[in-house]
């Protein structure tokens, strides 16, 4: 199973942008995806989620600012991160997981947000 995830990039506070990662191989049926960052010098913690069959959890200080959705047809799970701040600088790794609890990483793509 391979995660290709795009769209980091540079961004000046308050801007936007958007991530997606597709999920490709030899794939079970899909539960949960969603997008983990990791700062320098801190834990991987968890972004956003939403399982196949739509519900979303989000963390605190992304919610009302960051929307994540997927389309199961593509295998594929998006990341819209709205009204950027500094603090979001991040790796951003995509993450999924089948029914059976197997779990599969991307290799991250990086997001950085200027003041």
């Known amino acids: 199973v391979q995660l290709q995830a795009s769209g980091g990039g540079l961004v000046q506070a308050g801007g936007s942008l958007r991530l997606s990662c597709a999920a490709s191989?030899?794939?079970?049926?899909?539960?949960?995806m969603g997008w983990y960052r990791q700062a320098p010098g801190k834990q991987r913690e968890l972004v956003a989620e939403?399982?196949?069959?739509?519900?979303?959890n989000y963390a605190d200080s992304v919610k009302g600012r960051f929307a994540i959705s997927r389309d199961n047809a593509k295998n594929t799970v998006y990341l819209q991160m709205n009204s950027l701040k500094p603090e979001d600088t991040a790796v951003y790794y995509c993450?999924?997981?089948?029914?059976?609890?197997?779990?599969?990483w991307g290799q991250g793509t990086l997001v950085t947000v200027s003041s």
């Open positions: 191989g030899r794939l079970s049926r899909i539960d949960t």
């Open positions: 939403v399982t196949n069959g739509g519900i979303t």
């Open positions: 993450n999924l997981i089948t029914i059976f609890g197997n779990a599969f």
